[in-house]
């Protein structure tokens, strides 16, 4: 049998190819290979016993990673090999450990195959049993890991030995992130146990790679406690880790690639599983019993020599006892007189101690009750082993419980830090809105004031036209009038100058034919013809008169005629100033309604942001107005309309106010409310403290009952 041997956990890893889903999703390839023994993620380089491409047939990975371990269990050996990766740990059995502390799985079934076809079968029975599910990762995601095991046992058909060697095959359950998988319900429990058993294994491989712990946790998890032979122990261990080069599962494959790097520094110690023949075993008493003698011989000739020098006799050299030459000639003896040496101790599992009574060696009827009394022992130990699991199993769910509630409280302070943020955000904005309320509410005051000082001049200067238009009109009466005097002045002193012309026409006439027949009368009087003068001269005065009388009228009513077109004039001018005026007028009250438009548009946008800030909370509480009301052209409805948005506005505001008013009342009770679920929370931790103590205290008197059996 050859000597122990310290060798280290080999480690494999393989890339698969990207699924139909990541190529549907272009997911990008994440790892690069520098070499056959690396694989670079993220801009680290972890270095295994080799790495598998995406395009390594199964072949080839066999040959690489498990062909030397079926070997080595051909030649007595133990070999595990086992695959770890992404996507989950139900373990439904017992384990238990018998009277020399080495674990079995209560229930698990052992069947004696001699061909590989029954091997085959015994394989796919254990795989009917596993459990599988549907997650959002994968169709075929198993619920529960698979642990094969493999005994092969060997007899020399000449010497009688026999050689032992067990095969591991351990598939675990992917680890794998509920957030992706969208676990639920039973799936989502599974889940929980088998990212727990594989956090447990993680802990185990920290303290065997850190190798300072001097306790590593095996007992921790189930899966741990069936693989203590596997890690750290008697046994050839290769570890097979499975990465997606999905760029999404990143975080896992450089998480599975950690566990991988942690996992080569395991140091393991293995040794041939050598069974010994009654024949073998008694040719080593023999010869053991020889040895014995022989360094019975040797030691009693050093006491007497040893006696001889102490009674004061001088021995000669050639008579010492030589000590080193005998005993290298025993150990000689010891390693070249067997093609195997023995086991050492440690190695070799001590004998069990026979049964005996004080009188004597037990009787058959003690023994039965010494195995009655074991039997129901070991029914006990499984009663608390369920009952340690059953408590174990509620608090884990009080944990998770707690956890929960944890998380409960932390959304709720994080939703009560939201809404104060967004209370105090709306207020603000409130204030703002106010603020921008009031002005706007100031400068349609303004406008209006100006709107009605615009139509106050605008029916003044309405009244000063009709006026003018009053007065021009009596002026073209009184200049028509004036017209028709004079004309009718004319007439009538047309016919009188007629008359005096005739009248001085016939004198003159009368007097040249009285002339003419009288030359030699005397000249006529002189008082005639000064009467005659004198009529002339009064009828020339009085024409004189009445013409210059008549041009003096004219005159002055062509003075006052132009005086009155001036005047006219004047006021045409006026009256047109006064008309551009009110044209300016016009425009400017045509830009300010445009003004009291774009005011109306601004306030409708503020009524919406308001609505929209205060979470569909405020209700309009009119109908909306036209907006082709807008272009109407009353002033009056206009100022009415700008009357009724400012009154909607008023109501909108108020109604805001009053809605925070409500969210300052609500406030007390969601504090209350806090508090309450933090009272409760401490009623739960404080109930959850009292459940370990309880287990303790049952768990402390359960071992110092075993420990009394």
Known sequence: MEGPSECSVQVFCRVRPLNKTEEKNQDRFAPKFPSEDSISLGGKVFVFDKVFKPNTTQEQVYKNAAHHIVSDVLGGYNGTIFAYGQTIEKVNLSIHEDKNRVPYVKGATERFVGSPEEVMQAIED??????????????????????????????????????????????????????????????????????????????????????????????????TRILQESLGGNSRTTVIICCSPSHFNESETKSTL????????????????????????????EKERDKVSRLSALLQAAQMELGRWRSGERVAESEWVNLTEGAAMAMSEISGGSSTPLMERSMIAPAPPM?????????????????????????????????????????????????????????????????REENSRILKE??????????MITALEEIAVNLDLRNAEYEKIKVQLEQLQEDNQALEDKMNHATSTLNAHLEECGPKIKNFKEAI??????????????????????????????????????????KETSSAEAAAAENKLAMDVSKLEGQDAAKMKQFLVKE???????????????????????????????????????????????????????????????????????????DNADLRVELPKMESRLRGREERIKQLEGALRESKERSQVERKKYQQEVCQI
């Open 258 to 285: 950690l566990f991988g790097a942690r996992a080569k520094t395991i140091k393991n110690v293995v040794v041939v599983n050598e069974e010994l023949t009654a024949e073998e075993w008694k040719r080593r008493y």
């Open 584 to 658: 300016q007028a016009t425009r400017e009250i045509k830009a300010l309604s445009e003004r009291v438009n774009m005011e109306f548009a601004t306030l409708k946008n503020l009524k919406s942001e308001f609505l929209r800030l205060i979470l569909s909370k405020c209700q309009p509480t009119g109908a909306e107005i036209d907006e082709d009301s807008l272009s109407g052209p009353a002033q009056k409805q206009r100022i009415q309309f700008l009357e009724n948005n400012l009154d909607k506005l008023t109501k909108v505001h108020k109604q805001l106010v009053r």
């Open 126 to 223: 254990g795989k009917a049993n596993r459990m599988v599910a549907v997650t959002n990762m994968n169709e075929h995601s198993s619920r529960s890991h698979s642990v094969f095991l493999i005994t092969v046992k060997q007899e020399h058909s000449t010497s009688k030995k026999q050689l032992t060697g067990k095969l591991y095959l351990v598939d675990l359950a992917g680890s794998e992130k509920v957030s992706k998988t969208g676990a639920q319900g039973t799936v989502l429990e599974e889940a929980k146990n088998i990212n727990k058993s594989l956090t447990a294994l993680g802990i185990v491989i920290s303290a065997l790679a850190e190798g300072t712990k001097s306790h590593v946790p095996y007992r921790d998890s189930k899966l």
């Open 505 to 546: 026409y016939n004198i003159v006439r009368e007097y040249s034919i009285a002339d003419i027949q009288n030359p030699n009368d005397h000249l006529p009087d002189h008082d005639l013809l000064n009467h005659m003068r004198i009529g002339v001269s009064k009828l020339f005065s009085e024409s004189v008169a009445a």
């Open 355 to 419: 049964l005996t009574s004080v009188t004597g060696p037990i009787t058959d009827e003690e023994k039965r009750k010494y195995e009655e009394e074991r039997v129901k022992l070991y029914q006990q130990l499984d009663e608390k082993d369920d009952e340690i699991q059953k408590v174990s199993s509620e608090l884990e769910k009080q944990k998770q419980q707690v956890l929960l509630l944890d998380e409960a409280i932390q959304q709720l302070k994080e939703n009560e830090e939201q809404i």
């Open 430 to 439: 409130a204030e703002d809105k106010q603020q921008e309320g009031k002005e």
